[in-house]
């Protein structure tokens, strides 16, 4: 299983990104996406979450309206689209896939990161 993001960088605020996280071994579509980061010193925290259809899609209150998360199922690949960026975004990006199964309980899988940097 592989969860390989790609997209990270040193950008300027009020800049943008968009982060790609490209998903193997597992079947991508039973799976709930999501992405989160964690700042230098700070816990982890959930940015945007979509599910497998990407017909519910949930953002952190720091992150609405500017973030935009979304996946494409023929490329096993999520994305997170992230405009008008500031200094406090800088974190390092995870991609996170979960699925529950009845019976069975909870698979899922966590991607290395990607670093995203705004600063001037």
């Known amino acids: 299983v592989h969860l390989v993001e790609s997209g990270g960088g040193l950008v300027q605020p009020g800049g943008s990104l968009r982060l790609s996280c490209a998903a193997s071994?597992?079947?991508?579509?039973?799976?709930?996406m999501s992405w989160h980061r964690q700042a230098p010193g700070k816990e982890r925290e959930l940015v945007a979450t979509?599910?497998?259809?990407?017909?519910?899609?949930g953002y952190a209150d720091s992150v609405k309206g500017r973030f935009t998360i979304s996946r494409d199922n023929a490329k096993n690949t999520v994305y997170l689209q992230m405009n008008s960026l500031k200094p406090e975004d800088t974190a390092v990006y995870y991609c996170?896939?979960?699925?529950?199964?009845?019976?069975?309980?909870?698979?899922?899988?966590w991607g290395q990161g990607t670093q995203v940097t705004v600063s001037s």
């Open positions: 996170y896939a979960i699925r529950r199964v009845i019976g069975s309980g909870e698979f899922d899988y």
């Open positions: 979509i599910t497998s259809a990407g017909g519910t899609i």
């Open positions: 071994g597992f079947t991508f579509t039973n799976y709930v």
